[in-house]
């Protein structure tokens, strides 16, 4: 799942390496992961800001017919932080119904707007294959995880009508 995509601010809990309790640093998704769980950073809650964020983009695919260009690591971002959502509310022992009520609503509208976005993207890049399969001009506008389905059933389409 996290695959260094997608960078992740954290706040130094505990003095690790050349980093200082209270620094704040940008980590790649999985080194994030690594070290909360070790407890030496605190991850930095952006998932208002990618909730934000995946309300923009869905809007202006819904505006634009041809596939748009996605921010960088998007995907990857949303994954990072419903995996942190998830675990945050799992196993914080000591945590008050306000911010749990405040986390699980995050939880919830995130990956409502992270599938919801994930649809409308596949039917997009369905449609796309249909007319014009293995383009370089659409495969410049998707995500490095929509390229690969982009490719793979280009070449069954092709296959199947028998097109090269």
Same mark, same amino acid.
């Given at each position: 799942?996290?695959?260094?995509?997608?960078?992740? +601010? =954290?706040?130094?809990?505990? !003095?690790?390496?050349?980093?200082?309790t209270g620094d704040? =640093?940008?980590?790649?998704?999985?080194?994030?992961? $690594?070290?909360?769980?070790?407890?030496? =950073? /605190?991850?930095?809650? *952006?998932?208002?800001?990618?909730?934000? $964020?995946?309300?923009?983009?869905?809007?202006? #695919?819904?505006? &634009? /017919? +041809?596939?748009?260009?996605?921010?960088?690591?998007?995907?990857?971002?949303? $994954?990072?932080?419903?995996?942190?959502?998830?675990?945050?509310?799992?196993?914080?022992?000591? %945590? #008050?119904?306000?911010?749990?009520?405040?986390?699980?609503?995050?939880?919830?509208?995130?990956?409502?707007?992270?599938?919801?976005?994930?649809?409308?993207?596949?039917?997009?890049?369905?449609?796309?294959?249909?007319?014009? +399969?293995? !383009?370089? /001009?659409?495969? &410049?506008?998707?995500?490095? $995880?929509?390229?690969? %389905?982009y490719l793979q059933?280009?070449?069954?389409?092709? /296959?199947?009508?028998? *097109?090269?």
């Amino acid at each position: 799942m996290l695959m260094g995509r997608a960078f992740i +601010p =954290v706040k130094v809990l505990k !003095s690790f390496k050349t980093w200082k309790t209270g620094d704040m =640093v940008l980590l790649e998704d999985w080194k994030a992961k $690594e070290l909360w769980e070790s407890g030496i =950073v /605190e991850i930095i809650d *952006e998932s208002e800001k990618i909730i934000s $964020e995946l309300d923009q983009v869905i809007a202006e #695919e819904r505006a &634009n /017919e +041809p596939i748009m260009p996605l921010p960088t690591g998007l995907y990857s971002r949303a $994954e990072f932080y419903i995996y942190y959502l998830e675990n945050y509310v799992r196993n914080k022992a000591e %945590i #008050e119904i306000d911010v749990l009520n405040a986390k699980m609503t995050k939880l919830s509208n995130l990956k409502k707007k992270y599938q919801h976005l994930k649809k409308l993207r596949f039917k997009k890049i369905l449609n796309a294959i249909m007319f014009r +399969p293995g !383009s370089l /001009e659409i495969l &410049n506008r998707l995500a490095p $995880e929509e390229k690969k %389905i982009y490719l793979q059933i280009s070449q069954i389409r092709n /296959e199947w009508l028998g *097109e090269s």
